[in-house]
């Protein structure tokens, strides 16, 4: 079985500054690894994802996110936030087809 | 890219009665499509995996006769809520499995009161 800790519920940040997301992960099989956005209200959006390859990938809307094998970890970064920015963000690991999320971080963004 | 819709994004209903929730994929076809629900500020928590032309795989825990998952064609999956109670309200989500991916639908609001 497969799981996936945010350990930050909420992280508010000052508009123009990095921020840091947290995203470990636990599984018996390789995984695949993703981080969407859900703004209030709507579906969710992919981010980025790993997969294989570089360990340093980069998605949509200047975030990266780096995958730490040993560490298990998957923590999205962006080196400077904007007001949009503010939405739930949830880290998920997919096994087969089955994807389990963790319990999202709620990024607030402080103008 | 592939996009998914739901409908309605928004239903209230009277307690015990039934509702429909569509999913579609509308610029692919998915073999496979899942069903989640989310509780306010929590996360999505899977209830159903749904594959064309077959059964439903239903997550623990979640009633199989309560929430009908029919996917009758490659573009469709519906769920249905029977005898709604309040405490089915919620936020459910579909998703459609595409080229090792999961394309998730906007989403629909139920309230039942």
């Known amino acids: 079985a497969q799981s996936v800790t945010q350990l930050d519920s909420q992280v508010p940040v000052f508009e123009e500054a990095p921020v840091e997301l947290r995203c470990n992960y636990s599984s018996s099989v390789s995984v695949y690894l993703f981080w969407y956005v859900q703004y209030p209200n709507q579906g969710l959006q992919l981010l980025l994802k790993?997969?294989?390859?570089?360990?340093l990938v980069k998605g949509i809307n200047g975030f990266e996110a780096e995958f730490n094998k040993s560490q298990t970890s998957f923590h999205l970064r962006k080196p400077s936030v904007h007001i949009s920015d503010t939405a739930e963000y949830f880290c998920a690991v997919r096994a087969g087809e089955k994807l389990t999320f963790g319990t999202g971080t709620r990024l607030t963004i402080i103008p | 890219g592939a996009v998914v819709s739901q409908h309605p994004s928004r239903v209230i209903c009277k307690s015990g009665t039934s509702v429909k929730i569509e999913c579609r994929s509308l610029d692919f076809q998915a073999t496979t499509m899942f069903w989640y629900r989310q509780f306010p500020k929590q996360s999505l928590m899977l209830m159903a995996t749904?594959?064309?032309?077959?059964?439903?795989?239903?997550e623990q825990g979640v009633e199989k006769d309560k929430f009908l998952i029919n996917h009758a064609s490659l573009t469709l999956s519906t769920l249905t809520v029977t005898s709604a109670h309040p405490e089915d309200s919620s936020f459910y989500i579909c998703s459609a499995s595409h080229s090792y991916e999961q394309y998730f639908g906007p989403g629909t609001r139920l309230t039942v009161t």
């Open positions: 749904s594959n064309e032309g077959s059964k439903a795989t239903y």
């Open positions: 790993y997969l294989s390859g570089s360990t």
